[in-house]
């Protein structure tokens, strides 16, 4: 017997089905340890010593295997073919020696780059021992990433209280996000204007010319910087007569892309497809590890966490015979093409990404996949082939004409791009978001001596625009040409700076909040050196060469360790007050803008005295008046105005025709909010959630700070029901039960019998708990027992499984969620103390979350007898049970 270990349950499955009864395979369900979240999990003191963690779900897998080895004679390790993939064969072989499972066993670790049965075969029959380099490189990134996080994130903490934390690359990738915003802020638009002459040729056909020199100076786009000049050029072009002087048409060439690594799979499928690079990669883990195409279940695709751009021979010998097929004969170059990357520190270790079986045409394929599946494979699959097809022809031609009048010349220029053969672009065209489209229009047929007519000549102001915002796909690019990071941690560096508000996403551009924006200046001010571009993508360089194995890991460590501790207990000894004058010198542009009127913009609006200032309070940055206490405006840390120029600051909306007090739109420190005149307690309603200053009127503020809002006596007891806003969000009362309602709008306009039926609806469900949710999707059974529903609950969809609720990722759609993505939810969850399956203990039943249907009846009870045996606990299960707790918030400080 041969015990076959995978990550994925997925995996194994498909994998199970090529191999024989010989062979018996079993998941990982992906590492099988991990550093534990708290200081001292790497130990500079004792050479870099690292202490790994086993969790409770992970031990039962191993235990699994353990058994399992009883009665093999060889572990074979088939996970994946990168730098995790081996050390997650590491870890296996580590914790299985110690339980003595090894005894006697041979041990083998094989690695295939698709999953097909092929090469499962073909990999079985070629095993090799351990990359003990590449394990090093695992472990020197790893105990980076922890000495970064957990050194630099409590630093962090001290000087900057609501900051969450920051990581190696991920400072890094926001330092670049933050740097493009500022560049956006600094930037001044710069007045141009182009001349366009509309001609006519001598039959009648129309095409423009631009001006292309005047007076003997050559012009380009933006040299024409006044109305002045604009209008003289175009009265001389008006009054000139017109020759062309050149025809010049000469061939041009397109080159078809090379396949997908995984950066540039990434880049295309958000442009294309609207997929987040996290979306991405899920989706591809799927198709890599196997789908059922009809009675046959395999991998569609290569390993999709790749930098290198080359095929297999195999691959372009198939590629080449579909082209032939499909598109014919003038369609295929003479040779096949070869591809080298021009990124920095790329391995090329693996093929591109491609379809595992180029003849499996997407449209063959469809009806067995998921849309997004459907998408992607057809991208990869049209990429693959595109790549070995003839070039594109174009012919560009250009047409000089010469403009003479009163002893003074000019050039107009004509430019026309017609394709004369489309080659690969039949099939593939790349959406580039900093390229211009190449194909224009055919020029008119014009010769050396032709004189056109004029039409219409025209100048048009034109104003230079401020960088683009970073997309994913564009941030990707530049982190990929920096070489900063690997390609396998790009999503999870974007899907981190997401999760903890960094930055959000805006018409697919990253914009960066200030809590963001305070970190990267922070880490500018104090870690310079560590958020430089040059010196992260030299580390990424040195941990390239420890997986080649010409560097030592432990001193590539030691290196980093020295100075960066020195560092951190330098900025240790700051006083806060240091830190503040930092961040306000190098925020000032953002914070303070510039004001139209040539004002002091840090003078206090309130009391026209105090000069306005960074401050630092328990939950944050926000900025306040030098005068305080006798003056204590405040605002947030964003500047005064939005970016569509509504005002953020303090605003009179007019008075209250009740009081006469003024009806204030102000600007605090937890955002803007109402206050009703002025005074020791002031009426005051925060804005709801989708209000923003600009749409707030005299009318809308004075409904909302009458609230709450009596809708009418309650039928059966005549006590009032009432409609307000609270902390949670809009609401219904009546005595001491509420209601939630969806929008504010509902609170202004729900009518009695609405309002009825929503409490009886409230009661029915228990007066603080509430009726377990409804599936929306059954993903079946759990390997260890229980089905696994998608349910919906009050913050969300949510996989469950039992007693566990593990959230969905934000933009997860609940239908597209496979089993395989549940299980690692799931046993993430548990890991963390998240809950117990459906089979646990009768004693900790009364632990049921909430959306299992808690009653609230039940849950003092519950309570009650929870803390009764808490008490009998030795010092040593107390300080177990504390683990998972720890492990939540500190696990947010490594990357």
Known sequence: MNVVVVESPAKAKTINKYLGPDYHVLASYGHVRDLPAKDGSVDPEHDFAMTWEVDAKSNKRLSDIANALKDADRLILATDPDREGEAISWHLIEVLAKKRALKDKKIE??????????????????????????????????????????????????????ARSAGRVQSVALRLVCGRESEIERFRPQEYWSIIARLLTAKGEAFDARIAEFAGRKLSRLD??????????????????????????????????????????????????????????????????????GGETAGLITYMRTDGVQIAPEAVAAARKVIVAEYGDRYLPEKPRFYSTKAKNAQEAHEAIRPTDLGRLPKHVMRHLEPEQAKLYELIWKRTIASQMQSADFERTTVDIEAAHGGKAAVLRATGSVMKFDGFLTLYTESRDDEEDEDGNRLPSMAVGDRPVREAVVATQHFTEPPPRYTEATLVKKMEELGIGRPSTYAATLATLRDRDYVTIDKKRLVPQDKGRLVTSFLESFFERYVEFDFTAALEEKLDRISAGELDWREVLREFWKDFSAQVDGVKDLRVSQVLDALNDMLGPHIFPEKADGGDPRLCPTCGAGQL??????????????????????????????????????????????????????????????????????????????????????????????????????????????????RYGPYLQHGKTYANVETIDDVFTVGLNRAVALIAEKREKGARGRAAPAALKSLGA??????????????????????????????????????????????????????????????????????????????????????????????????????????????????
């Open 109 to 162: 670790r094989v690695v295939f780059n698709a999953i097909t049965k092929q090469s499962v075969l073909e990999a079985m029959k070629n095993p090799r021992e351990l990359d003990e380099p590449l394990v090093a490189a695992y472990l020197a990134r790893r105990a980076l990433d922890y000495l970064v996080g957990f050194t630099l994130s409590p630093v962090l903490w001290r000087k900057l209280p609501g």
């Open 224 to 293: 024409v910087t006044s109305e002045a000049q604009a209008t003289e050029i175009r009265t001389f072009l008006e009054a000139a007569s017109l020759t062309v002087a050149g025809v010049e048409a000469r061939p041009q060439k397109r080159n078809p892309y090379a396949p997908f690594t995984t950066s540039t799979l990434q880049q295309e499928a958000s442009r294309k497809l609207g997929f987040s690079a996290q979306r991405t990669m899920q989706v591809a883990q799927r198709l890599y590890e196997g789908v059922d195409t």
């Open 613 to 726: 200032s960074l401050k630092l309070g328990k939950y944050g940055a926000f900025i306040g008046c030098s005068n305080y206490p006798e003056c204590r405006y405040t605002r947030q840390l964003a500047s005064e105005g939005s970016e569509d120029g509504a005002e953020t600051g303090d605003r009179n909306l007019g008075q209250d025709p009740e009081t006469g007090l003024d009806v204030l739109l102000k600007s605090g420190r937890f955002g803007p909010y109402l206050q009703l005149g002025e005074g020791e307690k002031p009426k005051r309603s925060s804005l709801p959630k989708g209000w923003t200053p600009d749409s707030v009127d005299l009318a809308r503020a004075l409904a909302l700070l009458a609230l709450p809002r009596p809708v009418g006596a309650h039928p059966e007891d005549g006590e009032p029901i009432l409609a307000g806003l609270g």
């Open 782 to 895: 759990h390997p260890d027992g229980g089905e696994i529903t998608v349910r919906d609950g009050r913050y969300g969809p949510y996989v469950n499984w039992g007693k566990v609720n593990a959230t969905l990722q934000k933009g997860t759609d609940p239908q597209a969620l496979t089993v395989e993505a549940a299980l690692a939810l799931i046993a993430e969850k548990a890991g963390k103390g998240g809950g117990k399956p459906a089979k646990a203990k009768a004693a900790k039943k009364p632990a049921a979350d909430k959306a299992d249907g808690e009653t609230a009846a039940a849950r003092p009870k519950a309570k009650k007898a929870a803390a009764k045996p808490a008490t009998t606990k030795t010092a040593k299960a107390k300080t177990a049970a504390k683990a998972p707790a720890k492990k939540k918030p500190a696990a947010k400080a490594a990357e």
